[in-house]
């Protein structure tokens, strides 16, 4: 069994940082794509911010210049730097990853999510 766990949340001022982080333990045989997503209350949930297996990283342009992804894979762990935080970005954020079990069988698992809160 495989689980994702995410840390890093909180409540923060518009302007400052957090840094959010998701380890995957388990039965980890590897770890393909990373990914972090955001949701609010009533809305689908969306895609923050990527990385593949090898490094190449996307994101959206709401964030772009602010926000930076990471991934440490000898911890299996993919790290979401966000700074010059923004009241509209509150949202419960989600890790996402793509993660072989064995060679051949790969499955998708989220993490339970964490609460950012940026608010005056």
């Known amino acids: 069994q495989v689980q994702l766990v995410e840390s890093g949340g909180g409540s923060v001022q518009p302007g400052e940082s957090l840094r959010l982080s998701c380890a995957a333990s388990g039965s980890v045989f590897r770890v393909d794509n990373m990914a972090w997503y955001r949701q609010t209350p009533g809305k689908r949930r969306d895609l923050v911010a990527a990385?593949?297996?090898?490094?190449?990283?996307d994101l959206i342009d709401a964030v772009k210049g602010r926000f930076t992804i990471s991934r440490d894979d000898a911890k299996n762990t993919v790290h979401l730097q966000m700074n010059s935080l923004k009241p509209e970005e509150t949202a419960i954020y989600y890790c996402?990853?793509?993660?072989?079990?064995?060679?051949?069988?790969?499955?998708?698992?989220w993490g339970q999510g964490t609460q950012v809160t940026v608010s005056s």
């Open positions: 990385i593949s297996s090898v490094g190449y990283t």
């Open positions: 996402n990853a793509d993660i072989y079990l064995s060679e051949l069988q790969r499955s998708n698992y």
